[in-house]
């Protein structure tokens, strides 16, 4: 498809487990975006990639996320020992230069359920 | 801490109507801001952006931004039932594309 693919869409975990979401952005788009939507809120930012680094990950929350995009395409948001209130929409978003365009093209989100 | 600030609403306007959304921002060094539109269920997509003081017009659609305030509006004209959604506001926030995106405002367009 021509747009940002997230999978999977949901997921039920127990808390203390490991979970993988992921990440397949815009064909061409350099730069790719983490962000975490709580129910009511607004996005708020995890990570930016820009190529196969990261160029600000300081929204992460603490050490048990980790995000990767080792070949500057698809990309891995890990995250470690799941709490419950690790419970969100991870959306993921791409753009095709990281200049300041302003259009972040977003996929669908993975809703992370951790029980 | 850069912060971008909505009324979470929601906010009831009949059809047809003018729909005024609102947005503070505390980063004096913010120089763009963005409205996303969400609908339910779904992700956000990019309605406008603007740079510059003042007023920008697209459709039925109006950007305000008040620098010296620090405060950004959306207009929508003619409001129609579609229009109900969550309408987020973002500020350019650093490097790239990286937004900080406000709460939303949710909008309830009632025929």
């Known amino acids: 498809g021509a747009g940002v693919s997230q999978t999977p869409s949901n997921k039920v975990t127990e808390k203390g487990k490991y979970v993988e979401l992921r990440c397949d952005p815009i064909s061409g788009h350099t730069a790719l975006y983490w962000y975490r939507q709580s129910l009511g809120q607004g996005p708020e930012f995890l990570i930016y990639?820009?190529?196969?680094?990261?160029?600000?990950d300081s929204g992460l929350p603490n050490d048990r996320f980790f995000a990767v995009r080792p070949e500057g395409s698809v990309s891995t948001l890990k995250i470690q020992r799941t709490e419950r209130g690790d419970s969100a929409v991870y959306l993921c978003?791409?753009?095709?230069?990281?200049?300041?365009?302003?259009?972040?093209?977003f996929g669908e989100g993975s809703r992370l359920t951790v029980l | 801490q850069k912060e971008v600030e909505q009324n979470s609403g929601p906010l009831s306007v009949p059809e047809g109507a003018i729909a005024s959304l609102n947005c503070t921002y505390s980063d004096r060094g913010s120089q763009s801001f963005f409205w996303y539109r969400q609908y339910s269920g779904k992700s956000p997509e990019l309605i406008m952006f603007?740079?510059?003081?003042g007023d920008k017009e697209d459709g039925r659609f109006t950007a305000q931004l008040n620098k010296a305030s620090q405060y950004v509006s959306l207009l929508i004209r003619d409001s129609q039932p579609s229009d109900s959604a969550t309408y987020l506001c973002a500020a350019h926030s650093g490097a790239g594309n990286m937004l900080t995106f406000g709460g939303g405002t949710r909008l309830m367009v009632k025929p």
């Open positions: 990639f820009q190529g196969t680094g990261a160029a600000d």
């Open positions: 603007i740079y510059s003081n």
């Open positions: 978003a791409s753009s095709l230069t990281g200049q300041n365009t302003g259009e972040l093209f």
